[in-house]
């Protein structure tokens, strides 16, 4: 029996990160339910698994990536607008080129997910400076929510606060 590889995307339906459980992580994601495994482990499966594995230092691992990523970005820029001129940095030019395109790929990968998970921090900043209490109830599903998909201390950090607050017992 032959399996076809080929696979239609245009009908796989989308979730948006407000329409999902927070098992799944990324701002936009296929729905796994509706793929089927034609044989063995696809290099995008074995990534998800690996991702899904990091809980809680997935926003670590974007914000150093981020990072990283960005000066290469800016190193690129500068040989290519400051240092090509001057004599014994012409010859990097080339490298430069390269580095540049490829830090730009990653960054336009890299940078969506990285600010939902800086939005997510975001949320519990914000939350953490709220006086009231009748607001932080309301707010208090948001919160939740931001610290699942952080993970692992941040929800240890949102419990101790709605605890301190007498919001949770």
Known sequence: MQ?????NYYDLPYQHIGDRAPEQFSAMVMNPSTLRQTRGKTMAGLF???????????YLIL???FGALT?????????????????PFSEYTGLAIGILV??????????????VFKGHASTLDELYE??????????????????????AGHEQR????????????
Not at 48 to 58: E, F, I, K, L, P
């Open 3 to 7: 399996t076809s590889l080929i696979t």
């Open 48 to 58: 998800s698994q690996w991702w899904a594995a990091q809980h809680g230092r997935q």
């Open 63 to 65: 914000a150093t990536a």
């Open 71 to 87: 000066v290469l970005f800016l190193a690129g820029v500068s040989q290519l607008l400051f240092l090509q001129e001057i004599d």
């Open 102 to 115: 490829l830090s730009a790929l990653g960054l336009v990968v890299i940078t969506p997910e990285f600010l």
């Open 130 to 151: 709220i006086q009231s209490t009748a607001e932080l109830k309301r707010r208090r599903s948001e919160g939740e929510r931001s610290a699942t998909v952080l993970g």
């Open 158 to 169: 949102w419990n101790a606060f709605l605890q301190e607050r007498g919001l949770r017992r």
